[in-house]
């Protein structure tokens, strides 16, 4: 049997938005190694002192795609960069580049989106909200196209537990048109004012505005070949291109990166909560498998009924916050980091009252004192705010990992049964399957190698062994120290209390 996902993405021009950042990069690498498409354009926005052709020649030497380029020298060459901004009238797209994606782009992928939590409302609804219906005003006016894959996420629609794989507009305060309007016509300052109160129960700006977003898709492209994929939590590859590939700190990754630094020691976290949590290769599988079941739906059920495919970890392997923290970090001791600054460890509370009494001693005491330190080395003094934002950080991902969802996945289990085996096998998304031990393996070396630098070579991994014994025996002394302190303390009240 031949493979269906080869045959539809065969000399297709694909028009793909956040390509520069985590799964986008996945997702171009992926069809360029595995399938013949055509062209993929990819929106590149200009920075300051920096131009389009600029930041593409750099995008083009990341990690990503070097296995790419070893089997195929010239696959790159099939990227061609489209200038524009996602946040600006038309997307700041050309006519000449509008010409070029409307008579040629077969199919689209829209990723692009800020992840942060605590974006100011106005900037979060200018990427995750307006952009969605700029991408549906552009998407009308292809002449051949055939799938819309709008990238959402499973928590979009967190304000209740059990997620099914539909759209959810009775959680929104107020109709998508109203916000955006009141968003034009407020200044950025009025509109955070009233923020509270267009959220509602939403904990972020991030899952109210891509709720927002999925709004925009369910009213304006009923008329498109459109599906929405909500995964869970992306966090590394875990096979392809490479083990653990992984691109910057955010979310999950910040906070194994920090404990394995030895700079974060504390965590706000229900153990027994499941972790909804997916790797970012299979997450890239099930987009481009979707978009070619949503180019094979029958035109007249099209306009009845806008798929949904959520990506979750399963109930049958199920993961939670206790074997995260287990397994990562019995995997960090395995290959230890040359930069550590102290011994990696954590503890993980569940209460916020005691997480605020505990950060004063784990975190804000000790990064005043390195603040010390660095002010008499003549340096400018950072980890107390450094600790300022993790614990921001941490309280903004409490509503996640305080409580479990439930995330429905029957379209994409249903997508997985239908596919032929040559398909499963060349873009696999089985998570009843995965090994959760081998696969925090290849986090924490992705990890070790991408974030801290550190060679993956024996001697480099006998060198973060030395360092790690080195701090656990410093460990050891401050804590006996600290305890014989306080207890001699103790003791000294006690007699002046009774004596």
């Known amino acids: 049997m031949s493979s269906e996902i080869l045959r539809f993405y065969k000399d297709k021009t694909v028009f793909l938005t956040g390509g520069t950042g985590l799964l986008g990069k996945v997702i171009i690498e992926k069809l360029l190694r595995s399938t013949d498409v055509k062209r993929i354009y990819i929106l590149v926005r200009p920075k300051r002192g920096e131009n389009v052709i600029g930041r593409f020649e750099a995008w083009k030497k990341d990690q990503v795609f070097e296995v790419l380029l070893k089997n ?3 696959a790159l060459e099939h990227v061609t960069p489209i200038s524009g901004d996602c946040c600006a009238p038309d997307m700041a797209i050309s006519e000449a580049d509008r010409r070029i994606l409307t008579t040629e782009v077969q199919v689209v992928m829209h990723g692009a989106a800020s992840v942060r939590f605590i974006e100011p409302l106005q900037q979060a609804l200018n990427i995750n909200t307006r952009a969605v219906r700029l991408m549906v005003q552009l998407a009308k006016e292809m002449q051949r196209l055939e799938a819309f894959v709008h990238v959402s996420t499973a928590f979009s629609n967190c304000v209740v537990n059990q997620i099914q794989e539909r759209f959810y507009p009775e959680n929104l305060t107020c109709p998508v048109d109203k916000v955006l309007d009141l968003s034009d016509s407020l200044g950025g300052e009025m509109v955070e004012k009233i923020a509270p109160a267009l959220l509602g129960k939403f904990p972020n700006t991030y899952t109210y505005t891509k709720a927002l977003g999925e709004q925009v898709i369910q009213e304006e492209a009923k008329d498109l070949p459109v599906g929405i994929f909500r995964p869970a939590i992306i966090t590394s590859t875990f096979k392809e291109p490479v083990r653990g590939w992984i691109d910057g700190l955010q979310g999950l990754i910040a906070l194994v990166f920090g404990i394995n630094y030895g700079v974060i020691h504390l965590i706000l976290v229900n153990l027994k909560v499941n972790m909804p949590l997916v790797p970012a290769d299979y997450c890239v599988n099930v987009a481009i498998a979707t978009a070619v079941q949503i180019a094979n739906i029958p035109k007249q059920d099209k306009k009845s009924a806008i798929p949904i495919y959520a990506f979750s970890s399963c109930q049958s392997n199920a993961l939670t916050y206790r074997d995260l923290s287990e397994k990562g970090y019995q995997a960090g001791l395995r290959k230890p980091t040359e930069k550590m600054i102290w011994y990696p460890f954590n503890y993980n509370i569940a209460c916020p009252y005691i997480y605020d009494i505990a950060t004063y001693f784990y975190h804000f005491l000790p990064g005043f004192l390195m603040d010390i330190a660095l002010r008499l080395k003549g340096q400018k003094p950072m980890m107390v705010e450094r600790y300022r934002k993790i614990d ?26 239908s596919m032929s085996p040559e398909d499963k096998k060349m873009f696999h998304f089985d998570m009843s399957t995965i090994d959760w031990n081998e696969y925090f393996t290849s986090v924490m070396l992705g990890i070790r190698l991408y974030l801290f630098k550190d060679p993956p070579t024996p001697e480099s991994f006998a ?8 701090f656990y025996v410093l460990d050891t002394i401050l804590k006996v120290f600290i305890t014989l302190v306080a207890g001699a303390l103790a003791w000294f009240l006690f007699n002046l209390a009774f004596n």
């Open 72 to 74: 195929k020298p010239h």
């Open 392 to 417: 921001e950080g941490m309280k903004s991902l409490f509503p996640f990992t305080s409580r479990n969802f439930l995330i429905e996945t029957n379209n994409t289990d249903q997508l997985w049964q």
């Open 463 to 470: 060198k973060g062994k030395r360092i790690l014994s080195r």
